[in-house]
């Protein structure tokens, strides 16, 4: 367990100084301040801009920085050499990945904090109340970025950095789309098409099961029931994620 905290808070510490964090960071906050200047200028109803922007603001950077720090967490170890002095330890390369892995979600969680503080005041400051549908559209936010990070680090397991970061891109966009994806496969007349179609469903991510920006954005009503079941099948595929991940980087040969 102690050695479990330490690599996740060093990992913590490592995200928090490093440059392109900040930067995504900064960017991110700036463009939550930059939508209620916007929203001023907008013939459509302010609160529909500020949420729009905030939310679509939030879920941009966080996603590329999850995408970020993922794939290029493990190559950055093997790089500088670092990773020899953790397995010259006695510490499993399980405790080292999950360890890595909670670093992660603690940066990004910190920053989702932040914005969401900001996303708050911003409404506060317009007069819009926070109503539950923005909670829960945060809230799926993050499970979905463990989604995206424990994919990160399955890929970065065995792969480079920059094809970790393009493959767990790629990923992303076509979770969202893997709904659209098993449609278009029933519509198929090909009976092969559709069998493609149905295992690319079932193999990707169902990303979209975890959007509730429209949700919120049009004040849509959520069902608890439909949130809990997403959040269910998340970590679940995350699990299944960080043990691939867990078993390639065992099979790594670092000598």
């Given at each position: 367990?102690?050695?479990?905290?330490?690599?996740?808070?060093?990992?913590?510490?490592?995200?928090?100084?490093?440059?392109?964090?900040?930067?995504?960071?900064?960017?991110?906050?700036?463009?939550?301040?930059?939508?209620?200047?916007l929203?001023?200028?907008?013939?459509?109803?302010?609160?529909?801009?500020?949420?729009d922007?905030?939310?679509?603001?939030?879920?941009?950077?966080?996603?590329?920085?999850?995408?970020?720090?993922?794939?290029?967490?493990?190559?950055?170890?093997?790089?500088?050499?670092?990773?020899?002095?953790?397995?010259?330890?006695?510490?499993?390369?399980?405790?080292?990945?999950?360890?890595?892995?909670?670093?992660?979600?603690?940066?990004?969680?910190?920053?989702?904090?932040?914005?969401?503080?900001?996303?708050?005041?911003?409404?506060?400051?317009?007069?819009?109340?926070?109503?539950?549908?923005?909670?829960?559209?945060?809230?799926?936010?993050?499970?979905?970025?463990?989604?995206?990070?424990?994919?990160?680090?399955?890929?970065?397991?065995?792969?480079?950095?920059?094809?970790?970061?393009?493959?767990?891109?790629?990923?992303?966009?076509?979770?969202?789309?893997?709904?659209?994806i098993?449609?278009?496969?029933?519509?198929?007349?090909?009976?092969?098409?559709?069998?493609?179609?149905?295992?690319?469903?079932?193999?990707?991510?169902?990303?979209?099961?975890?959007?509730y920006?429209?949700?919120?954005?049009?004040?849509l009503?959520?069902?608890?029931?439909?949130?809990?079941?997403?959040?269910?099948?998340?970590?679940?595929?995350?699990?299944?994620?960080?043990?691939?991940?867990?078993?390639?980087?065992?099979?790594?040969?670092?000598k």
């Amino acid at each position: 367990m102690n050695a479990f905290l330490a690599l996740a808070l060093n990992g913590f510490r490592e995200a928090r100084r490093n440059r392109i964090t900040m930067l995504i960071a900064g960017f991110a906050l700036l463009a939550l301040l930059m939508s209620t200047l916007l929203a001023d200028v907008s013939v459509a109803s302010i609160e529909r801009v500020l949420v729009d922007m905030g939310l679509a603001g939030m879920s941009l950077m966080l996603v590329v920085l999850a995408i970020f720090l993922s794939a290029t967490q493990l190559g950055k170890e093997i790089e500088r050499r670092t990773i020899f002095m953790v397995v010259s330890k006695p510490v499993s390369r399980a405790t080292f990945i999950l360890g890595r892995m909670a670093g992660n979600m603690i940066t990004l969680g910190v920053l989702l904090l932040a914005m969401t503080a900001i996303f708050w005041i911003e409404l506060a400051v317009m007069h819009c109340p926070m109503r539950s549908q923005y909670l829960a559209a945060i809230g799926t936010l993050y499970v979905e970025l463990l989604v995206l990070s424990s994919i990160g680090f399955a890929m970065s397991s065995f792969a480079g950095s920059i094809v970790s970061a393009m493959v767990t891109a790629g990923i992303y966009i076509a979770g969202h789309l893997s709904g659209d994806i098993y449609r278009l496969g029933e519509r198929a007349q090909n009976a092969l098409v559709t069998g493609v179609a149905k295992a690319a469903y079932y193999f990707l991510p169902q990303l979209d099961r975890l959007d509730y920006k429209p949700h919120a954005t049009h004040l849509l009503s959520v069902s608890g029931s439909d949130v809990a079941l997403a959040v269910a099948y998340a970590f679940g595929y995350s699990g299944i994620m960080l043990a691939l991940a867990v078993l390639f980087f065992s099979r790594r040969d670092f000598k």
